[in-house]
């Protein structure tokens, strides 16, 4: 591994695991899950449609009060927004008043994926209004489940501690990669000579993984450990 490519993935590390919007995003949560049982259901649950679009709406189902309210705001927002594609098939997102702040987004209908310059997503797991813009656009009425992490979900909260903590390290790993490969696809996609880069280095990395002895499953198990505290 070169060290150019060493110091991309720590860049990576730092916006993904140094970001302030996820840690208040993350403890407000907490607060939010740890009095849920004391509170009334139905209250918490009352959470009014502001654009009775179908997003929304499926949305309100799916999420937690605090998390939805939070895509809720980017969802309102983004209808401030217009879609240019560009020649290489990405699209650019800008407000309709403001020049600058403007955003580049990828999508991938085939699977699903949409992947936005700004990294909301990979910082707080709440999608960003260019992102939902394209949705909207590409005339979706639900948002896909993979951009339902399970920390946001009202599912999750109604699960015992002791299931929950297991559920969540489980997908722990799987979230921490994908964070890093959604960033590193986004910025790989900015030129060809990027590209060419990311795409021959994740290619020798790759051969080396899978030339590796396979280890004890115990390493796999305190994997997602060893992420929360790098």
């Not at 910082?123 to 009425?141: A, D, Q, T």
């Not at 899978?210 to 796999?220: F, G, I, K, R």
């Amino acid at each position: 591994m070169t060290p150019e490519y060493s110091k991309l993935v720590e860049t990576f590390l730092k916006n993904i695991l140094c970001a302030e919007s996820s840690l208040q995003l993350f403890f407000k949560q907490v607060g939010i899950s740890s009095n849920f049982e004391s509170q009334n259901r139905e209250e918490l649950l009352y959470m009014p449609i502001k654009t009775c679009l179908p997003l929304e709406e499926h949305a309100r189902t799916v999420l937690t009060p605090y998390a939805f309210s939070a895509l809720q705001n980017e969802i309102v927002l983004s209808m401030q927004y217009a879609i240019t594609e560009m020649a290489n098939g990405s699209y650019l997102v800008r407000h309709y008043k403001k020049m600058e702040g403007e955003c580049l987004v990828i999508w991938i209908p085939e699977d699903e994926l949409v992947h936005c310059s700004c990294k909301e997503f990979e910082h707080s797991g709440i999608l960003c209004r260019h992102s939902l813009r394209m949705l909207e656009v590409k005339n979706y009425f639900q948002i896909p489940e993979k951009y339902f992490p399970t920390r946001w979900r009202l599912e999750s909260s109604l699960i015992p501690l002791d299931d929950q903590t297991i559920q969540n390290s489980n997908n722990d790993c799987s979230q921490a990669f994908h964070a890093i490969t959604a960033t590193l696809f986004s910025e790989s996609f900015i030129s060809k000579e990027r590209f060419n880069f990311v795409h021959r280095e994740l290619t020798q990395l790759l051969e080396h993984v899978q030339n590796m002895p396979v280890s004890d499953e115990v390493a796999l198990r305190i994997a997602p450990d060893k992420i929360n505290r790098s």
